[in-house]
């Protein structure tokens, strides 16, 4: 089973950006889905981003535009990179590997925006 650690959660302005990551203790290579959730105090675990093997990529649609998610298969990290952030994007980040056989979750990291 991968092993996810996710980094780079702060405290950020709004209006101003941070950079997740998503280091896999094993290769990435073949693993299907890489996504990144959040969850809110109160409020349900979400689907922010995901990109599959194949690099494509899709977003929740109060995201689309201002982050954006990839993967480094040789440093088998996934990023997210968050751009124009709002109060509403505070939260706690998971990263996510999905494949046949396979769900795997990181620790979580922090992202609060605030002013």
């Known amino acids: 089973q991968v092993q996810l650690v996710e980094s780079g959660g702060g405290l950020v302005q709004p209006g101003g950006s941070l950079r997740l990551s998503c280091a896999a203790s094993?290769?990435?290579?073949?693993?299907?889905?890489m996504g990144w959730y959040r969850q809110a105090p109160g409020k349900q675990r979400e689907l922010v981003a995901v990109?599959?093997?194949?690099?494509?990529?899709n977003y929740v649609d109060s995201v689309k535009g201002r982050f954006t998610i990839s993967r480094d298969d040789a440093k088998n990290t996934v990023y997210l990179q968050m751009n124009s952030l709002k109060p509403e994007d505070a939260a706690v980040y998971y990263c996510n590997a999905n494949s046949p056989g396979l769900n795997a979750w990181g620790q979580g990291t922090l992202v609060t925006v605030s002013s």
């Open positions: 990109i599959t093997r194949g690099g494509e990529t």
């Open positions: 094993g290769s990435i290579f073949s693993i299907n889905y």
